[in-house]
């Protein structure tokens, strides 16, 4: 019986995860739904949904080991993507050496730390039926993620907006929303990597409890038809 159990939590967590990856995928081709930040930072990031539900539905254990594939798997396609071209393009503005060290923090702060954060989702698994338990979720895995990213603004990144603005400053270039917001915050680098992480982190968290707002009921049903507690 506890097997026929865990077989079926893994295979609601297993589904759910493909979700979210092809729910990425799908934001990501879509104009409107693919607008990010300047240097990163999805405004619509509804992978998020998916993500949370598997440790709302399933608990804490699936849901970091969720949380912790998907991390990998944004990783994967970054790198494949950008990070090489990316990490040339900046020692190349600032003439300092991504180390090994950098690079472990960025895997990090920037994919293991906030992505498995969103399992913690689970902590409020037996609290499914109340949807003020799911917003407290929502906000919990989001305020992670706020300080593990505004954590690696200001380690990792600050030699990106510092060199931005200055060539804004020079005439090299227009001023972007990353650099609107450093001035806006008197070039305070603290300030400015939270400023520019919540902007995106928000509206993701903004859209998904909408959406969990929208479609509670029917969330409701499939638990009870799965009956995973």
Known sequence: MALKKESKNML???NLLAFAIILDVITSAIPGLNLSMPFG????????LP???????VGLKY??????IYALYNFGVDYI???ETLRVTLESWTGISWSFGMIVLLILFDYVIPFTAFGLSGLFYDRFEKITNVIKAIILVSVIRLISSTLSGVILWQSSILYAQSEVEAGNADPNLATRIFSAM????WLYSFGYNFIYIFTTGVVVTLITLVSFKRLKDIQTQFNPL
Request: hydrophobic content about 60%; glycine content about 20%; cysteine-free.
């Open 12 to 14: 609601i967590a297993v």
């Open 41 to 48: 930072g999805k405004f619509f990031g509804l992978s998020m």
């Open 51 to 57: 993500l949370v539900l598997i440790g709302l539905l």
């Open 63 to 68: 849901g970091l080991i969720s949380g912790f």
């Open 81 to 83: 993507v950008y990070i």
């Open 186 to 189: 008197g070039e305070n680098l």
